[in-house]
């Protein structure tokens, strides 16, 4: 379920890059928009009621749904989706440490405004645009043609904060086995 408080884990250096990225300003205000911005997605989440109940399937303590290997953009949008249809218990694990997870960070090319979505799975005030307004303004997301690896690295981790997707950062999966467990393979 969504924490109602707004303000949680909001801070300006964490949720906006610093400047030097390129030329983009942040706006003084920046802080007070990511945090309305966050308001409105998690109202936006409420109003659709997601995750409208748990999937419907027998639960046992201490035993994972899912794990998600790596917190990059692919799956923390599955995750977030995992958790509109009703999979609650999961966890995501990522080798790297805090700010520096998920493929996005370490390798490739600037994505082209245009040719990156998915992640706000319908929902408009968790799409990356809106986040770049919030940031810089509307003027400054109507004129970059890329989107700068830094900035989507803030951007990714803004979201994952939102939906309240929690990263076990530093953490290597080195071996997953299937347990008999009531009868059941876990």
Known sequence: MLDNDPNRNVS???????EGLDDAILLPNAHERLV???KRARDDIRMLQYPKR???SARLAGVL????VGAGQISLGTSFGLLQHGIRNLLIIDPDPRRRQGSSFGYGPNLAKNEI???????????????IEACYGAAH?????????????EYLEW?????????LCETEVLEIRWCKIRGALY
């Not at 749904?65 to 998600?68: F, H, K």
């Not at 997301?141 to 690295?153: D, H, L, N, T, Y």
């Not at 979201?159 to 990263?167: D, H, I, K, R």
């Open 117 to 131: 979505g998915g992640l706000e799975w319908g929902i408009p005030n968790l799409h990356h645009i809106r986040w």
């Open 159 to 167: 979201y994952a904060e939102t939906v309240e997707l929690s990263t």
């Open 54 to 56: 748990q999937f419907p």
């Open 65 to 68: 749904e899912v794990a998600v």
């Open 12 to 18: 300006a250096r964490s949720q906006c890059p610093g």
């Open 141 to 153: 997301c109507e004129s970059f043609q890329k989107f700068p690896r830094a900035r989507w690295v």
């Open 36 to 38: 309305a911005l966050r």
